[in-house]
């Protein structure tokens, strides 16, 4: 029996029945309901929930969001100023560790993380053997699956000091994977690692250097490139992070885990919004097209690619930053002539009450692609630049996952709609 202030009380209208079921963090155990049954040799009742809308999968203490309120924070540190005042590594350090770290700490941390950005002249060989139309995120899944085989002892999945340096390891090759994948779509040579460079500056450096001998990016778009690795950093239980969780709770090793994560985030429902917006940009073409554009979308004809989202009803905060982003790249690369056309329809929606009654503002895609062409990347890379950003939180949350006394082998129940106890003929029967 449970305190019936902090209870639901459930009346089977089956069999008059009543139970009470313990409120605990806004949510009932979904196991609770499975001591309703009408009799002994039913199920029990049970939760239908695609796509886990109204379903808490796990407890986190990694990252924290409200929807209606546009709060994103990581460790309960606002993702504003992560953005403003942080770098990228110590974001990394922060969703891994669960604090942020000391001067020593900080140290050690990029100190182990830029020792572990090569990798062993045998990935070299295999991505080499991709077709030259790969697509970059395919050989990053194939690749971050194939580091296993690299590290057998990743497997070792109980052991502390084990699981912390794969997940040193996934964060330091991670933009060596990402940058080979590139470069091979360009049939240019692969660029090892400069581990003189920061971060995000050698992810710059193996992305384009050609003969000189230090590629020097102008820290401007270092700058940017990291704030966009920190905006992209985590987003609680998303499509990707549960596929690292749902994988990773077979206890399979961390690099199963976050190849799976790769192959959620492939996807264009999730990852892959950035490039629409271009590509409606584009069609867009120039201001005069907007306002037909616009009454499209009120039609139902088309969407406003880059607005609205499923937990963000007030503003995606991270929207907010990478629009201040975004003057700060085309200060270097000069102005995207697209930017316009983004302003305007960003401007038009939200004083347009289609947009403002459904609660639509631009989210992370809505500039992001802009800035990302900026830099020169081709659409199929921007949702490799999403991956590499987002390794820290998949690899955090898995932490968190192998520590949690309560996580189970992700094995949902179905409601079966097929046939029963058919009875089988033989081919040579059938085929008579
Ligand atoms: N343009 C026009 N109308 C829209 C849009 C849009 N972008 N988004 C939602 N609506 C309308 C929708 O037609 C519906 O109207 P009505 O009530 O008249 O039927 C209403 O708003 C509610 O929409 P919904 O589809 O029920 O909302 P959802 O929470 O299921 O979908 C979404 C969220 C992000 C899939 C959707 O807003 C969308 O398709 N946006 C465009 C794609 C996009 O930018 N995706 C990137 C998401 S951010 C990346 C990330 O964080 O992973």
Redesign the pocket.
Known sequence: MSDSNNSLTVRDNRTGKEYDIPINDGTIKAADLGQIRTSDDEPGLATYDPGFVNTASCKSAVTFIDGDKGILEYRGYPIEQLAEKSSFLEVAYLLVHGALPTKEQYDAWVHEITYHTFVHENVKGFMQGFRYDAHPMGMLMASVGALSTFYPESKNISDPENRHIQIVRMIAKMPTLGAWAFRHAQGKPYVYPDNELSYTENFLSMLFKMSELRFEADPRLVKALDVLFILHAD?EQ?CSTNAVRSVGSSQVDPYSAVAAGVGALFGPL?GG?NEAVLRMLRRIGSMENIPAFIEG?KNGNE????????VYKNFDPRATIIKKACDDVFEVTGVNPLLAIAKELEKIALEDEYFIK?K?YP???FYSGLIYEAFQFPPEMFTVLFAIGRTPGWLAQWLELTQDTEQKIARPKQIYTGDRTLQFVPASERWK
């Open positions: 987003h998303n999730h919004a979308v969407r406003l690619m880059g607005f609205g989202h499923r459904r639509l989210n992370v895609d």
